[in-house]
Nanobody
């Protein structure tokens, strides 16, 4: 099985910064995607940022230019540097790992989730 352990959440003032970390352990294929999702009360879970094992990244428009996702493939660890935080960034942030496998003419995707870490942006 795969386990994801998150850390780095907490309380920060508007305009402040936080750095989230997520370390994956278990059987992890070389080609994969790791990312961060978030969910605020009463809202749908949304993808914040993702990064492939090759280093390609993508971000939701609302965090573009403020957040930076990175990873250390040797450590199977993904990071999310969050700058210029606003109250709208308050949410539970979840780490995600997705791996795809091809067998014959079929493709399968396996997704794993961390337990979540609370980020609160408030004065």
């Amino acid at each position: 099985q795969v386990q994801l352990v998150e850390s780095g959440g907490g309380l920060v003032q508007p305009g402040g910064s936080l750095r989230l970390s997520c370390a994956a352990s278990g059987i992890i294929f070389r080609i994969n995607t790791m990312g961060w999702y978030r969910q605020a009360p009463g809202k749908q879970r949304e993808l914040v940022a993702g990064i492939t094992s090759g280093g390609s990244t993508n971000y939701v428009d609302s965090v573009q230019g403020r957040f930076t996702i990175s990873r250390d493939n040797a450590k199977n660890t993904v990071y999310l540097q969050m700058n210029s935080l606003t109250p709208e960034d308050t949410a539970i942030y979840y780490c995600n790992l997705a791996m795809a496998v091809s067998s014959g003419n079929k493709n399968y995707t396996f997704a794993y989730w961390g337990q979540g870490t609370q980020v609160t942006v408030s004065s």
